[in-house]
């Protein structure tokens, strides 16, 4: 077994882990974090992705022991006192789910995306979440919400400005 | 998708990495950035005794250059290779491929070095790093050595990486200014190359003076394109010449058959993509 220390959605966590354990096992199994889904056994689908200091990573392609030390994000640790994210709030309006397996998946890649380029085109949005798969197809609505959430998030819109954080710390 | 069990070694410097992998024995596996690594023990097509993750050492990161050479740590990932300002203005063929390869989500953790130590015939680094003479510092316990592009791919996953070594460093010579292009099909956004080709031309005076050309997935190993760079030579780029050059593509070539495509039709898309890699470089 080896020690990892990690901050989960701004809980602090230490636990022994077995070496061979996947992030992704580790917030479902360990930390209940069941937000987090796993879709694929190839790295493929992009359902678990998570954001780990910052950058959006498929946890299923991490093991918990590389993440010693570091900040994970889980689409649990996204809204805050009950009101959803930016990007969720899209998701929502805008129908960017249908049978919502990839969606925890699409929003960490959306999030990512977004702080990486607030304004992207329709091409960048579509190329940003490249390493996310819907299964229902939906991408339509998906890449509307992306860019809905993007207008939302934009400084100055009319959603308010304490939301527009790319990747919420969780926490506090 | 569990892997099988093995023991787990994070070493903080590239001589207990190396005397780590020693230690472990024949059956020791050294973790990059894991984005090949660890669908294949999940899978268990691999079950190593040992784990070497290099993760955390910091050296391996390093970006840096002297006059003649851009010197990219093994551990730097495809993320920050696209990015890099160095890498952009002197190896512009590296950023271009690297953009290509996988995802956002795999091109945060994978490595340039753990890519071209990997040397699956479908990555997109390799005919890049061929094309452009780019050399592997390889550690051992015996120390350093190095080892050019021609010699590093050997065959189908094999390098020139012993037993007991670590992959430290890719340097690339600088190509300032030189106009380069990678062009690459594949069946969807995130697949592995079916083909791919690597362009680097320096032109003066609208005529081309010298070519590069690397092939991906045209074989066992990444493909230097030498006939198709010799037909470009002294020519000025434009549709006719492309096209001429282009025919040259499949020489030397041993193109697989597989669920993707077959060796014919590889055959057709590097003569093809050859052409439109030379117009997209000439730009």
């Not at chain 2, 092939?215 to 760079?229: K, Q, S």
Request: proline share 4%; glycine share 10%.
């Amino acid at each position: 077994m080896t020690e990892v220390r990690v901050t989960v959605d701004g809980v602090n966590y230490a636990d022994d882990v077995e070496p061979r354990m996947l992030l992704a096992q580790y917030l479902r199994e360990t930390l209940g974090k069941t937000g987090t889904l796993i879709g694929c056994d190839t790295s493929n689908c992009g359902a678990c992705t998570v954001s780990l200091n910052g950058q959006s990573v498929k946890s299923c392609s991490v093991l918990a022991v590389q993440a010693d030390g570091a900040e994970v994000t889980t689409i649990e640790g996204l809204a805050r006192d009950g009101t959803l994210h930016p990007v969720q709030e899209a998701f929502r309006e805008c129908h960017g789910l249908q049978c919502g397996y990839c969606t925890p998946g699409m929003i960490m890649a959306a999030v990512d995306l977004l702080g990486d380029n607030p304004d992207p085109t329709e091409q960048e949005v579509r190329e940003g979440i490249e390493g996310n798969l819907c299964r229902c197809t939906g991408y339509q609505n998906i890449v509307r919400a992306v860019q809905s959430a993007a207008k939302t998030m934009k400084p100055g819109a009319a959603q308010p400005t304490e939301q527009a954080a790319p990747v919420a710390g969780g926490g506090n | 998708m569990i892997p099988a069990k093995f023991d787990y070694v994070r070493p903080s410097s590239v001589e207990e990495a190396v005397s780590a992998l020693q230690q472990a024995g024949e059956d020791a596996k050294i973790l990059a950035g894991g984005q090949s690594l660890l669908p294949v023990l999940r899978l268990r097509m691999a079950a190593p005794s040992t784990v070497i993750d290099l993760g955390g050492i910091p050296e391996l990161k390093r970006i840096g250059e002297d006059d003649q050479y851009v010197m990219v740590g093994a551990m730097a990932t495809h993320h920050e290779v696209m990015r890099n300002d160095l890498i952009k203005q002197h190896v512009e063929l590296i950023s271009q491929a690297t953009e290509t390869v996988a995802d956002p989500q795999v091109r945060h953790r994978g490595t340039l070095g753990g890519a071209l130590a990997h040397a699956d015939p479908a990555g997109d680094l390799g005919a890049a790093a061929l094309a452009l003479d780019a050399e592997f510092v390889i550690l051992g316990s015996g120390g350093t050595r190095l080892v050019p592009a021609a010699e590093f791919f050997q065959d189908y996953f094999t390098t020139a990486i012993g037993e007991g070594e670590i992959l430290t460093m890719i340097r690339f010579p600088k190509y300032t200014g030189w106009k380069t292009h990678y062009e690459k099909f594949n069946r969807v956004a995130q697949a592995w190359s079916m083909v791919a080709v690597a362009v680097a031309l320096k032109v003066d005076g609208g005529s081309i003076s010298e070519a590069r050309i690397g092939l991906t997935n045209m074989g066992n190993v990444p493909i230097r394109a030498t006939g198709v760079e010799r037909a470009l030579v002294g020519q000025a780029a434009g549709p006719d010449v492309a096209k001429a050059a282009a025919e040259h593509a499949t020489e030397g070539t041993s193109a697989p058959s597989d669920a993707d495509a077959a060796a014919d039709y590889r055959e057709h898309l590097a003569k093809v993509l050859t052409g439109r890699a030379v117009l997209a470089a000439a730009g």
